[in-house]
């Protein structure tokens, strides 16, 4: 049954997100995890040569259940979240208001730039920073949508997966919902993180006056997905 008012999900990942940094620095263990439980969903998880991946960040790792996949599946793949994690969260059954990724583009980091190491180091100390509301993380974000490979606006979905109350996505869709209620953002440049607060700031001030005054992000952005559907 598709519960419209069912955004469990918004309990769920904040919490796999904080038993997620337990494996920090257990990266191979958790690979393996994950390769067991989910063969067919992680199937994409591989370097150039089509090898197993040795190493993996945080945000990737959310990926797995928020790619272009059936609720479903989803939802077997948050079962196997839970089972690894040890979570005591309740399985969300709707994914309302999460913009999925690409499937041909699911993962936080590449291979091209020669830093893979370096750039998943700096993905696991952000999604920690981001979790515990650290004060470098303007830093860490401008620094990492300005230069580190294949982070863009990605990086907000992230963040937004696990601080849903806090951190506005901004996809493609939700960024021309910023443009037509007139709150400013680049289509093409990543906003400074002042800014980017900013456009949080504004769409938080908006909920009242928006249809069916939504009390939540995800509540805006599962209107804006049912928007594009008419």
Same mark, same amino acid.
């Given at each position: ?25 257990? #990266? ?20 150039? /040569?089509?090898? +197993? ?25 948050? /079962?196997?979240?839970?089972? *690894?994690?040890?979570?005591?969260? +309740? ?25 893979? /190491? ?56 939700? #960024? ?6 007139? *709150? ?12 980017? /607060? ?5 769409? #938080?001030?908006?909920? +009242?006056?928006?249809?069916?005054? +939504? ?16």
């Amino acid at each position: 049954m598709d519960d419209l008012n069912d955004y469990s999900w918004c309990a769920f990942y904040p919490a796999a997100a904080r038993a997620l940094c337990s494996y920090q620095n257990k #990266r191979a263990a958790l690979l393996k995890e994950l390769y067991e439980a989910l063969p067919a969903e992680t199937g994409y998880l591989h370097d150039p /040569e089509r090898k +197993p991946l040795k190493d993996i960040d945080p945000f990737s790792v959310f990926g797995i259940l928020n790619r272009h996949i059936s609720q479903k599946k989803k939802t077997e793949t948050a /079962e196997a979240f839970k089972r *690894i994690f040890g979570l005591k969260e +309740p399985v969300p059954h709707n994914y309302h208001g999460i913009p999925p990724l690409s499937n041909e583009n699911s993962m936080f980091f590449g291979f091209k730039d020669g830093q893979t /190491e370096k750039d998943i180091d700096n993905l696991w100390q952000f999604f920690i920073s981001v979790l515990n509301d650290e004060s470098c993380v303007g830093v860490q974000f401008d620094e990492m949508t300005a230069h580190q490979y294949g982070i863009k606006f990605n990086l907000t979905i992230g963040m937004y997966w696990i601080r849903p109350e806090k951190y506005f996505p901004l996809d493609t869709p939700s #960024r021309a919902f910023l443009e037509r209620h007139g *709150i400013k953002c680049s289509s093409t440049s990543v906003p400074a993180f002042k800014d980017y /607060e900013q456009i949080c700031t504004g769409v #938080r001030d908006l909920l +009242p006056s928006l249809p069916n005054k +939504p009390k939540s992000f995800a509540q805006v952005t599962r209107g804006i997905y049912l928007s594009l559907q008419k």
